[in-house]
Nanobody
Framework: QVQLVESGGGLVQAGASLRLSCAAA??????MGWFRRAPGKEREFVAS????????YYADSVKGRFTISRDNAKNTVYLQMNSLKREDTAVYFC???????????????WGQGTQVTVSS
């Protein structure tokens, strides 16, 4: 069992940066992913990282702007978001699963989400 708690969301202007955190409790030797759901849209994959942190995977829409990382000593995964755009506005969720993956069904545990709003 894994408990995930996201933090770091907020309201920022376009072009700004935010760093999201996902604190994990329980068994934590999982690959981790970030997903987001914008108003009226389906949940979409953002980024994922394997247990060691050596492998990462990004959605094309965030590649070059977002960076996923993890600190296993702190049981925390981060999503550094730079050059934010209005279309990045969404609720961001972290998830834990057995392998690096870009599909939501590959993840077994989910956090409650944190809101990111980007204004122009």
């Amino acid at each position: 069992q894994v408990q995930l708690v996201e933090s770091g969301g907020g309201l920022v202007q376009a072009g700004a940066s935010l760093r999201l955190s996902c604190a994990a409790a329980g068994r934590t030797q999982y690959a981790m992913g970030w997903f987001r759901r914008a108003p009226g849209k389906e949940r979409e994959f953002v980024a994922s990282i394997n247990w060691s942190g050596a492998a990462t995977y990004y959605a094309d829409s965030v590649k070059g702007r977002f960076t996923i990382s993890r600190d296993n000593a702190k049981n925390t995964v981060y999503l550094q978001m730079n050059s934010l755009k209005r279309e990045d506005t969404a609720v961001y969720f972290c998830a834990a699963g057995p392998t690096l993956a870009g599909r939501g069904y590959a993840y077994d545990y989910w956090g409650q989400g944190t809101q990111v709003t980007v204004s122009s």
